[in-house]
């Protein structure tokens, strides 16, 4: 009760509590999503009974906004957070307390040009992505030199004994990159992720063959849903 109180009277939460009232009119139970376009509800469909399970987030971006794993953390889960840019890794320090966090880019170069732009979720080390965001009208804000780690050393920082239940990778457009680099072709069903969340594009068919989508159904990953942004994998 005295967390709501202070969250009441505090301005700055002010104009949050009116839209959240002006979408739901508090007139019925609703459930919230941090998630771009809904991907945590429908992780919680699959994972609602899991309380302790173990993620990996790579272009993590924030813990609350966009974010794929908030809701699973307040669930008890926890993992690994990593995302190139510098400036989104403090947050992750200071709200996700059970998690370790890493900057860097993941695949399989030692260094990347990162792409700043003014929306840092849509930021990216892929030269055709910047491309394709500039000609929409999408500003570079700054570009830097990201050290780069390899997905094969990420799993290698999960607790011994431990299973992976989601992988989620969101790298505008070097997925495949990342997936490549961690060698996954030598590991057997129960060392890889149980479920794999990539971007992808709509329609379904046009998902289906991204080269990420191809590479993860050739390892022996099915897909499990299409959702508007996304497609989950699970190992079959």
């Known amino acids: 009760m005295t967390s709501i109180i202070k969250i ?3 301005p700055s939460k002010w104009g949050l509590i009116v839209r959240t009232y002006e979408n ?3 007139d019925a139970e609703f459930n919230i999503s941090w998630s771009q376009s809904g991907e945590d509800l429908a992780l919680q469909r699959i994972f609602g009974s899991i309380n302790r399970g173990f993620y990996i987030d790579i272009g993590a971006h924030d813990p609350s906004r966009f974010s794929v794993t908030r809701k699973l953390y ?3 889960w926890n993992g690994i957070n990593v995302d190139a840019n510098k400036e989104c890794i403090n947050q992750f320090l200071k709200h996700r307390h059970r ?4 900057n860097f880019a993941v695949g399989k170069k030692s260094e990347y040009k990162f792409y700043d732009f003014f929306e840092p979720a849509i930021s990216t080390t892929n030269d055709s992505w910047r491309d394709y965001l500039e000609e929409n009208g999408r500003k570079i804000k700054s570009e830097s030199i990201v050290t780069g780690i390899t997905l094969k050393k990420i799993l ?5 004994g431990v299973n992976i239940d989601l992988l989620n990778i969101d790298i505008e457009g070097s997925e495949l990159d ?47 849903l299409v959702l508007a942004q996304n497609t989950l994998f699970k190992i079959e």
């Open 74 to 76: 307040q669930q008890g």
């Open 99 to 102: 998690d370790i966090t890493l």
């Open 24 to 26: 739901s009119k508090f």
């Open 156 to 160: 290698a920082m999960v607790p011994k």
């Open 178 to 224: 990342a997936l490549r680099s961690g060698n996954l072709e030598n590991l057997n069903s129960k060392q890889l992720p149980t479920y794999i969340l990539l971007e992808t594009p709509p329609p379904v068919n046009k998902a289906l063959e991204m080269p990420a989508s191809k590479y993860l159904i050739k390892l022996g990953y099915i897909p499990w």
């Open 8 to 10: 009441l009277i505090s």
